[in-house]
């Protein structure tokens, strides 16, 4: 295809600096992104055993709700019920509610022992996997604004410039798109082979990144978007409100669980019902948000969809299974909303997000990387100061970054052995690695901190397994071993994932002792002229 | 190809254009989102239920983006920015002057 050169000269522009100055941020973004695909899965492998209860009899909810209600009254306000093995029947925070992360949130766990009496604990909940769904909003970068964390929003403004990079990138490559589409030229230099890698993933996960861009920028926009929205609708209401229940409902007059789930079933026969959650139950506003599961359709929330019931009435104010009134657009909505998150497809739709999310990072990484190829000058050691300074912020930014993550992980059981606060450990120990790797980059240099915070990462990794091992060696340690499946399968991802990081770091070090010499990853012995003469000869 | 004359090349104009697909792009992406959640099906001059009305309002809230960021990502095609600002400031002004005889009549 042919396009003017003008033109395209513009948009090579356009791509290169929406490129460069949104790179590290979506890096961070899309790794941690991929990571909480897996989000119940790692917590499940984080959380010590003994911090949940065990499950009850279907029958026996009503009964554990209602003691619970009278010996924590504070529970009325919001209580969630939940039929999974291997989760507490019933959950409610002291303080604080589920949405956000904070620190020291206190999580009651409630079940019923075998005489019947209620049997409570509070324990702090483990926020791996929220520290990870922290990093993939806001990068990392702390502060609030609003009722959101900062970073949400510079990640917003980030995803403009992604998608602009995305249909810039698109158009200048398409005059040499049918010739080099396929074409992996490893050969040629490491500039080509990056530019290759670049140019696939790019086309081939093209639709994923423009849903991925839109979402973001609304997730991040949409107060600013409806106000907008608002002003065009004149006297017109955004949403329409069901007229207020004039009824005080009670607690006391709540009906049995069982009939609140054989309302949801009705609605939604094809879903599972996950949990139950009950709040504001002394109030003219009551409400049970069921949580339902389906591997067969396209779900709105990350994890699950919604249906929101008031539980005296078991009227249903909407919902995201498309068994109501919400017509076509509740439909597209829902469906935007999933592939975001990829709840769709089950264990398969996550894997191939998994995938599409490191892949994600790997476009970013190798944009950054070939700027810095395209601006090495090949004909004197001495680079420029902007090629310098990038590529120790790629370095210390997309090594930080994961150093922090891998390293949340390998201390996540071993910490449960002291009485730390272990969400406070996880905080400290990311931004402690992130800092010291984008120090280093700067003070050591790029090359060196490369070639070990990969081999740092590619330990820690290997951790993972090696501590279960240890666990099952040494059970007086009281360290818990993955026996679980997806505890197992995330310990085997690391494994891999360290291999990777590991020969990382051999082809790291193999371009910066025995590369080319003009080049800022080159740190080896500069060559005389002399001696490249007898080379050449 | 024949090799353009200088005038004839597409300039960059960075700022005229990236401001103009900024702020002309967003106005007229609302303007557009407007016109159809009142002329569209099911829409703000039509009796709906409670639930359809909230879908409906979120569905509009998320055609914004998508028409903004085309709007911006195209703008660079412009000759240049005087041409942007015609162009985009003329389709405004087209479509809010439909979008107020349209609240008008409702």
Same mark, same amino acid.
């Given at each position: 295809m042919k396009i003017r050169a003008d033109i395209l000269r513009i948009y090579q522009s356009v791509h290169t600096w929406t490129g460069i100055t949104t790179g590290l941020l979506l890096f961070i973004g899309?790794? #941690?992104?991929? @990571?909480?695909?897996? +989000?119940?899965? &790692?917590?499940?492998?984080a959380t010590p055993p003994s911090h949940q209860l065990s499950q009850v009899e279907t029958t026996q909810y009503d009964e554990l709700l209602r003691r619970a209600f009278v010996q924590y009254p504070e529970s009325q306000n919001g209580i969630r019920v939940s039929f999974e093995e291997g989760q507490s029947p019933i959950t409610w925070y002291q303080q604080g509610n589920a949405r956000g992360l904070s620190l020291d949130k206190q999580l009651w766990h409630g079940t019923l022992n075998e005489s019947g009496e209620l049997e409570a604990h509070t324990s702090y909940i483990n926020e791996l996997s929220s520290l990870v769904d922290y990093l993939h909003r806001s990068a990392g970068i702390a502060g609030e604004i609003g009722h959101d964390q900062a970073g949400v929003y510079v990640l917003g403004v980030a995803a403009i410039l992604y998608f602009v990079a995305l249909v810039s990138?698109? /158009?200048?490559?398409?005059?040499?798109?049918?010739?080099?589409?396929? !074409?992996?030229?490893?050969?040629?230099? #490491?500039?080509?082979?990056?530019?290759?890698?670049?140019?696939?993933?790019?086309?081939?996960?093209?639709?994923?990144?423009? @849903?991925?861009? &839109?979402?973001? /920028?609304?997730?991040? $926009?949409?107060?600013?978007? %409806?106000?907008?929205?608002?002003?065009?609708?004149?006297?017109? *209401?955004?949403?329409?409100r069901e007229a207020p229940s004039a009824v005080e409902f009670k607690v006391e007059n709540l009906p049995s669980i069982e009939e609140i789930m054989e309302k949801a079933r009705a609605y939604a026969p094809e879903h599972q019902i996950k949990e139950i959650t009950l709040s504001r139950l002394n109030s003219k506003g009551p409400s049970a948000s069921i949580q339902l599961v389906s591997d067969e359709h396209l779900m709105r929330g990350p994890k699950t969809d919604f249906l929101f019931m008031n539980p005296y009435t078991f009227e249903i104010s909407t919902s995201s299974v498309m068994n109501g009134d919400q017509g076509i657009w509740g439909a597209v909505v829902t469906t935007l909303f999933g592939l975001h998150f990829g709840s769709y497809g089950g264990e398969f739709g996550r894997w191939a997000y998994f995938i599409m999310g490191i892949l994600g990072a790997v476009l970013f990484y190798t944009g950054n990387l070939l700027w810095l190829e395209k601006r090495r000058?090949?004909?004197?050691?001495?680079?420029?100061?902007?090629?310098?300074?990038?590529?120790?912020?790629? &370095?210390?930014? !997309?090594?930080?970054?994961?150093?922090?993550? +891998?390293? !949340?992980?390998?201390?996540?059981?071993?910490?449960?052995?002291?009485?730390?606060?272990?969400?406070?450990? %996880?905080?400290?120990? %990311? %931004?402690?690695? $992130?800092?010291?790797t984008l120090i280093a980059a700067f003070v050591i240099g790029m090359s060196k901190t490369a070639i070990w915070s990969q081999r740092a990462i590619a330990i820690l990794c290997f951790s993972l397994p090696l501590t279960s091992v240890i666990a099952f060696a040494i059970p007086s340690l009281g360290i818990w071993p993955a026996t679980a499946w997806s505890s197992i399968g995330l310990e085997l991802t690391a494994m891999i994932l360290g291999v990777i990081f590991w020969r990382m770091a051999d082809k790291t070090k193999h371009r910066a002792y025995n590369g080319e010499a003009n080049s800022i990853w080159f740190i080896g012995q500069h060559k005389t002229e002399c001696e490249l003469q007898t080379q050449s000869v | 190809m024949s090799r353009l004359s200088q005038a004839e090349k597409v300039q960059p104009d960075w700022l005229g254009k990236t401001l103009a697909g900024i702020i002309l792009g967003l106005a007229l992406s609302f303007g557009l989102v407007g016109l159809f959640a009142w002329l569209g099906s099911d829409g703000l001059t039509q009796t709906i239920? =409670?639930?359809?009305?909230?879908?409906?309002?979120?569905?509009?809230?998320?055609? =914004?983006? *998508?028409?903004?960021l085309l709007i911006l990502s195209f703008v660079f095609m412009f000759k240049n920015y005087k041409q942007a600002v015609l162009w985009l400031g003329g389709a405004n002004i087209v479509v809010y002057v439909l979008l107020y005889f349209v609240r008008g009549m409702a």
């Open positions: 899309f790794f #941690a992104g991929a @990571i909480t695909m897996f +989000a119940s899965s &790692i917590d499940k492998w990138g698109v /158009i200048f490559l398409l005059p040499t798109l049918v010739k080099s589409f396929f !074409a992996l030229r490893d050969k040629k230099g #490491a500039s080509r082979f990056w530019l290759d890698t670049h140019n696939l993933i790019g086309i081939t996960s093209l639709p994923f990144h423009i @849903i991925i861009a &839109i979402t973001v /920028i609304v997730f991040a $926009f949409h107060d600013f978007l %409806y106000d907008g929205l608002g002003k065009l609708y004149g006297d017109k *209401p955004l949403f329409g000058k090949q004909k004197q050691p001495e680079q420029s100061k902007s090629s310098r300074v990038m590529g120790k912020l790629t &370095i210390g930014v !997309a090594m930080g970054s994961l150093l922090g993550v +891998a390293a !949340a992980f390998a201390l996540t059981k071993w910490t449960a052995l002291t009485t730390m606060n272990i969400n406070v450990v %996880y905080m400290w120990v %990311y %931004y402690l690695c $992130f800092g010291f | 239920s =409670v639930e359809k009305h909230s879908w409906r309002t979120q569905f509009n809230m998320w055609m =914004v983006s *998508p028409i903004w």
